[in-house]
C-alpha cells in the first residue's frame, strides 16, 4: 500500500464471489489482494513486514486451512488490522469461533454490496481514528493500549475477553460522551441491536466486575434508557 490507498486481502474460494468483491473493491479505489486459499493469502503474507493490509476479508468455509484457522494464524503472525469474515447462514458456530480467532466482524452471505462496502469503509475509519489517537487509550487509573490489546488499571493487566476490549475501548474512545445501546452493538458487533439485546447488560456487568475487582472506582456508568458512558466521575 501507499499510504494512502487502503489495501485489502480478501481471501475466498467461490470464484464468482471472489471476482464480485475484487472488481467492487478495486472500483472503489481500494488496492486488492485477492486469493483463493488460506495457504495462498498465507505464503504471501509477511509478519515482518510492516506494510500489512489495512483489512482482511476472510471466507469462513475454504478447501484446506479453513478462515477461522487463517483468522488464528494471522493473528499468532502479529496482523493486527480489522478482519471481516464471510459466513453463510447455518455457519453461526464458525462465526462465534471466528470472532473467537480474532474477527471484528462478520457478514453473512448472500450480502448487499451496499452493506459490504459500508461496514468496510467503517472498519477503515475505526482503525485510522485509532491510529490518531495513539496507542493508548487513558482513564483515570485505566490505560488501554489499542496495539497490544492490554489493558491495566493501576498498573495492573486485566484479564479481558475480545468483547470486553472492545466494549471498552469504544467506551474510552467515545469518553465522555455517552453511546447509546444501538451504537454500542454497531461498533462493537457490527450490526444493529436485535437478538443481543440483553447481552450488552451481561457484557457491561462481567467487564465491572474485572475492572472493579481490587476496589477500583466505577468508570463505566449507566444511562438510563440511553446506553453507557465512561467517565471518573
Ligand atoms: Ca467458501
Redesign the pocket.
Given at each position: 500500500m501507499d499510504g494512502t490507498t487502503p489495501s485489502l486481502l480478501i481471501v475466498?474460494?467461490?470464484r464468482s464471489v471472489r471476482e464480485m468483491l475484487s472488481a467492487v473493491l478495486a472500483h472503489e479505489g481500494y488496492e486488492v489482494d485477492v486469493h483463493d486459499s488460506a495457504e495462498s493469502a498465507l505464503r504471501q503474507f509477511d509478519p515482518d513486514q510492516p506494510d500489512q493490509p489495512d483489512l482482511a476479508i476472510l471466507?469462513?468455509?475454504?478447501p484446506g486451512l479453513g478462515g477461522v484457522e487463517l483468522c488464528e494464524r494471522l493473528r499468532r503472525d502479529g496482523y493486527r488490522s480489522p478482519i471481516l469474515i464471510l459466513t453463510a447462514r447455518h455457519e453461526v458456530a464458525d462465526r462465534v469461533r471466528g470472532l473467537d480467532a480474532g474477527a471484528d466482524d462478520y457478514l453473512v452471505k448472500p450480502f448487499a454490496l451496499d452493506e459490504l462496502l459500508a461496514r468496510v469503509r467503517a472498519m477503515l475509519r475505526r482503525r485510522v481514528r485509532s491510529g490518531i489517537a495513539g496507542t493508548n487509550l487513558l482513564l483515570g487509573d485505566v490505560e488501554l493500549d489499542v496495539d497490544t490489546r492490554e489493558v491495566r488499571r493501576g498498573g495492573e493487566l486485566l484479564d479481558l475477553t475480545k468483547l470486553e476490549f472492545d466494549l471498552l475501548r469504544v467506551l474510552l474512545e467515545a469518553s465522555p460522551i455517552v453511546m447509546t445501546r444501538a451504537s454500542l452493538h454497531e461498533q462493537v458487533w457490527g450490526f444493529e441491536e436485535d437478538h443481543m439485546s440483553n447481552s450488552l447488560e451481561v457484557f457491561v456487568s462481567q467487564l465491572r466486575k474485572k475492572m472493579e475487582a481490587d476496589g477500583g472506582q466505577r468508570l463505566i456508568h449507566t444511562v438510563r434508557g440511553v446506553g453507557y458512558v465512561a467517565r471518573t466521575t
Open positions: 475466498e474460494d467461490d471466507d469462513l468455509g475454504l
